[in-house]
């Protein structure tokens, strides 16, 4: 896990270090535990759809922040797991609010390549979520990002730039000769390069007229 974090993985061993990562699973972590995996899943966009994380996030058994809700009636996320015994663990500890890191850079795939979020790169993985939102504040202003499994509107701080991305259907990455493009507020982009399972905008993308945001969808030729 952190191999991956660390970005220390070579290219050609991080399928088989991820796949052992979610094999492992969320189990017996603490919150700093649980930082770690979910930013080692984050670090290979190919690795599923988001499903792995959308249960991991879920998921009721001892290690899970469910779990601390139905046992404890936390309002607060504790310093780790499993959460049966507190065994000296603080009840409203500042590192449990590691399920953030699964929400933002898995689920909606938010991540900075400069600092400050100067850019950023969205690539959403929703797993069987039909619609997500969130607001994630920056030194630039909030990123506004609203998904569904066809569309990405992310509202992008002026002063910044964005690579955007959209997950192809099923069907589409099932069939090769067929060729998937994007649209960007309505127009079509041609230059599109294939990260996986996503479809992505190779010119980055800044803050739309007036601060509009920018809505991304699947155009297909």
């Known amino acids: 896990m952190a191999a991956l974090y660390n970005h220390v993985v070579p290219a050609a061993s ?3 270090v991820w796949a052992k990562v979610a094999e492992r699973g969320l189990e017996d ?3 700093y535990g ?16 988001g499903n792995l ?14 779990a601390e809700w139905e046992l404890w009636n936390a309002t607060m ?12 663990n603080s009840l409203s500890h500042l590192w449990g609010t590691s399920a953030i890191s699964g929400i933002v850079n898995n689920l909606l795939g938010i991540t900075p390549t400069a600092p400050g979020f ?4 969205v690539k959403p993985k929703l797993g069987s979520l039909q619609h997500a939102t969130i607001k994630v504040p920056t030194l630039h202003g909030f990123i506004c990002v609203a998904a569904t499994p066809e569309t990405l509107s992310v509202n ?17 990455r099932q069939r090769p000769s067929q060729v998937a493009k994007l649209r ?3 127009v079509v982009v041609n230059d599109v390069v294939q990260e996986g399972t996503h479809v992505c905008s190779m010119a980055p993308v800044g803050c739309g007229p007036r601060g509009a945001d920018r809505v991304l969808t699947i155009a297909y030729v």
């Open 34 to 49: 649980a930082y770690l995996f979910f930013s080692a899943l984050a670090q290979n966009p190919g690795g599923d759809d």
């Open 53 to 66: 994380v959308l249960e991991t996030l879920t998921k009721c058994d001892p290690t899970s922040w469910c």
């Open 184 to 186: 960007i507020d309505g």
């Open 14 to 16: 991080v399928n088989g």
């Open 118 to 121: 100067a850019t950023f790169t």
């Open 77 to 88: 996320t504790m310093e780790g797991f499993p959460v049966a015994a507190s065994n000296g």
């Open 29 to 31: 972590l603490g919150a």
């Open 156 to 172: 992008v701080p002026c002063n910044t730039w964005a690579h955007l991305c959209l997950m192809a259907p099923a069907e589409l």
